[in-house]
């Protein structure tokens, strides 16, 4: 088993396991914390988009168009989060 398959199947399991947080937390706190924890999630993944080395990164488009993606998603959802009456 190649490290890169080790790494994958790592970052599959917790982004898994982040899901189950969120739903868990929608369901026994309230949605609009779950959202808040999704933006959080967007933004760190720009913030870790930025830092990784291009060969440690799944590259399919430019390094820009993903930290810019994840930004604008990161910062939508903390908006929508912070100011929808979701429950």
């Not at 899901?19 to 914390?33: E, I, T």
């Not at 913030?47 to 440690?56: E, I, K, N, S």
Request: proline share 2%; glycine share 8%.
């Amino acid at each position: 088993m190649s490290h890169n398959h080790l790494t994958s199947r790592g970052v599959a399991v917790a982004a898994l396991a982040a899901v189950w947080v969120l739903v868990l937390l929608s369901l026994v706190v309230s949605p609009a914390v779950a959202v808040l924890g999704m933006a959080v999630f967007a933004l760190a993944g720009a913030a870790a988009r930025t830092a990784a080395p291009l060969r440690r990164a799944f590259v399919v488009r430019e390094r820009a168009v993903d930290i810019v993606v994840l930004s604008a998603l990161g910062l939508a959802l903390g908006y929508l989060g912070l100011t929808a009456a979701l429950g």
